[in-house]
T-cell receptor, first 113, second 114 residues
């Protein structure tokens, strides 16, 4: 079974600081997509960022960026200038080709004022 | 407003009493899917549908049924709910029949089976 692993069940960061959330995955596909979803206390799932595996350039969305290491099958999320509103569960996910969308177990991020 | 809606948002029921959780999207999306979220397990796919009248099993389909008679609706049916189906359920849709599109999620349904 294809898996997505988030090795940090919980992380914390001081407001205005930078934090990196880890994600590794396995796949037999050469072309696939990777995602980070945010789930705030409202429970709404929100797409934060998406990376296409064939693109070497790391995706960025404002304060959110990824470090995509295809050979290492690693897809970490960096949040810069952390804000209180960034506190949430973050899920890494992967899909592509014949593979269904698979989620990791999540990392709970706490932002301390 | 473009959205995915689910009803009910909260449901407490008893073992064996059939129930349906509705899901509707107003974005003309081809792909729809159901997930369940359990603590420490993340989201797991139950069923998905690439288009009308086309459905397929996800990773945890046992105890669930779905149908896709119309493009906008994708109800989740529990014929005989059991306590291990107590969970948070999400419906999602995406524009094309591809799993790698961005998925738009509903607000979730908290189900408790006693």
């Amino acid at each position: 079974a294809q898996t997505v692993t988030q090795s940090q069940p919980e992380m914390s960061v001081q407001e205005a600081e930078t934090v990196t959330l880890s994600c590794t995955y396995d796949t037999s596909e050469s072309d696939y997509y990777l995602f980070w979803y945010k789930q705030p206390p409202s429970r709404q799932m929100i797409l934060v960022i998406r990376q296409e595996a064939y693109k070497q350039q790391n995706a960025t969305e404002n304060r959110f960026s990824v470090n995509f290491q295809k050979a290492a099958k690693s897809f970490s999320l960096k949040i810069s200038d952390s804000q209180l509103g960034d506190a949430a569960m973050y899920f890494c996910a992967k899909a592509g080709g014949s593979e269904k969308l698979v989620f990791g177990k999540g990392t709970k991020l706490t932002v301390n004022p | 407003e473009a959205q995915v809606t689910q009803n009910p948002r909260y449901l407490i029921t008893v073992t064996g009493k059939k129930l349906t959780v509705t899901c509707s999207q107003n974005m003309n999306h081809e792909y729809m899917s159901w997930y369940r979220q359990d603590p420490g397990l993340g989201l797991r796919q139950i069923y998905y549908s690439m288009n009308v009248e086309v459905t397929d099993k996800g990773d945890v389909p046992e105890g669930y049924k779905v149908s896709r008679k119309e493009k906008r609706n994708f109800p989740l049916i529990l014929e005989s709910p059991s306590p291990n189906q107590t969970s948070l359920y999400f419906c999602a849709s995406s524009p094309r029949g591809q799993q790698w599109d961005e998925q738009f999620f509903g607000p979730g349904t908290r189900l408790t089976v006693l």
